[in-house]
Structures are given as structure tokens and as C-alpha cells.
């Protein structure tokens, strides 16, 4: 919350949030990947935090800042759950993006790019857009990080995830929608500078939607919202 204000009054177009938290309006701090971490807070903790994160994201749309998020990487079908909350990316000014990749990239060039990744979470009512996050069966199986070496042979696998740089000043392989939202992020700042570097929230929600490849069932999709994001088309309507 405090790094939003901050961002927001320092000038940011755009703040990217590679980050969440899961909540039900009936008190409870949710943990899906192990409930066992789950603990009650109460309904009016619950209240007071949702409200602390809408009137950071509201200021900083009032400040003309685009917010974007991740949408979560435990599977969860969104339209399922209606107790459950995901901040910052359920939030109104937020654009949520769910991850896609292909599978098995390395040994058939032609595969499908667009997948669902089976670990991002999906439903009309939360997600706005789709972004590259990587292939994988979960997001990061055994580690957070799969180390990338120039000097050794990539594992197939690898080719369906995402090339990052990693928190040991080098890169490595990697999924999950913490990497999709940053793709969305980028292109917003592409729209933003193709636009003569000011533009309205709204404006660029409108231009990622509109620009973006409709996936998954005409209109608005389970998987991809409004689609999956496309640079080239943002920056030339």
C-alpha cells in the first residue's frame, strides 16, 4: 500500500504488481497452496485491509497511474469462490492478468503459444488480460528458480517457461503470473509512450483490451479476459 502512494506521487505511469494475497470477507487469511497456513483475522480486519489497498489503487488512478497485477498461480476458477478475494488484483482500477505459455516448444516450433497455463487462476468475473507466464504443470515444481547456463544443454522443458533474471544477478528459467503481469505492464508503457507519454487509466485499459488477440471463446474468456496482450497492435491502433 505504501509503495503505491509512493509510486503515485513520485510520477509513475504505470505500477506493475507481481504480487497477492488471498482473503474471504468472513475473516479468514487463506493460504490455498497449504491451508494448513491459513488463520482467522476477523471480518473487520479483512474489511480494514481490503479498504487500506482500494483507497491506495483509487488515489493512484486519480493520479493517472495504470495498475496491473498478477492473478494468482493455485488453479482456483474464480467464479467458483465468491467469499474469496485476491488484492491487489480483484480491486477495480486494477487490470488482473492470468498467465499463458506453449508445451513443448523445443521439440515442435509450431505448437500452440496461447495455452491457459494449468497453474494461473481464471474466471470472467476477475480476469482482465492474458500475458506470457510460462508452461508448466505448477509454477516453479521444486524451486523458485531454474538456473540458466550458456554452457550446458537446455532442458526441453525449459523453452516453455520464462527467461528472467533471477535474484543471484544472473537468469534463470521460470513461470507463474508474476511474469505474465510485467509483460502487461510493459505494453501499457508502450501505449502510454506511443501516446505522447500521458494518458488516462481508462485509455489504456481501453487500448490493452482492444489491442490485445481474442483467445479462448469470442468476447470475454474464463482464461484470457479480453485477451492475450499483443504489443505491435497496441502501439498502432
Same mark, same amino acid.
Given at each position: ?144 528458480? %531454474?538456473?540458466?547456463?550458456? #554452457?550446458?544443454?537446455? &532442458?526441453?522443458? $525449459?523453452?516453455?517457461?520464462? *527467461? /528472467?533474471?533471477?535474484? @543471484?544477478?544472473?537468469?534463470? %528459467?521460470?513461470?507463474?503470473? #508474476?511474469?505474465?503481469? &510485467?509483460?502487461? $505492464?510493459?505494453?501499457?508503457? *508502450? /501505449?502510454?509512450?506511443? @501516446? ?15 489491442? $490485445? ?25
Amino acid at each position: 500500500v505504501a509503495g503505491i502512494y509512493y509510486a503515485a506521487m513520485n510520477g509513475a505511469d504505470v505500477i506493475n504488481m507481481s504480487l497477492g494475497g488471498y482473503y474471504t470477507h468472513t475473516g479468514w487469511v487463506v493460504n490455498p497452496a497449504d491451508p494448513s497456513r491459513s488463520f482467522f483475522v476477523g471480518a473487520k480486519a479483512i474489511a480494514a485491509h481490503v479498504k487500506a489497498h482500494k483507497w491506495a489503487t483509487e488515489y493512484a488512478h486519480w493520479q493517472g497511474v495504470t495498475l496491473i497485477a498478477s492473478a494468482g498461480n493455485d488453479a482456483i476458477n474464480r467464479d467458483q469462490v465468491a467469499d474469496l478475494i485476491f488484492l491487489p488484483g480483484d480491486l477495480p482500477q486494477v487490470i488482473q492478468v492470468s498467465a499463458t505459455g506453449p508445451s513443448g516448444w523445443a521439440l515442435n516450433p509450431d505448437t500452440n503459444l496461447d495455452l491457459p497455463a494449468p497453474y494461473s487462476d481464471y474466471g470472467q468475473s476477475v480476469i482482465d488480460l492474458a500475458a506470457p507466464g510460462g508452461f508448466s504443470p505448477q509454477p516453479h515444481p521444486t524451486q523458485a528458480y %531454474w538456473p540458466f547456463n550458456p #554452457s550446458s544443454d537446455t &532442458p526441453d522443458w $525449459a523453452y516453455d517457461l520464462v *527467461l /528472467v533474471a533471477d535474484h @543471484n544477478n544472473g537468469w534463470s %528459467w521460470a513461470s507463474g503470473t #508474476s511474469f505474465a503481469a &510485467p509483460h502487461a $505492464a510493459g505494453v501499457a508503457a *508502450l /501505449v502510454i509512450g506511443a @501516446n505522447g507519454g500521458s494518458m488516462h487509466p481508462d485509455q489504456v485499459r481501453t487500448a490493452l483490451q482492444q489491442s $490485445a488477440d481474442d483467445l479462448g471463446k469470442p468476447g470475454n474468456d474464463d482464461f484470457y479476459g479480453a485477451g492475450r496482450v499483443n504489443a505491435l497492435n497496441a502501439v498502432l491502433q
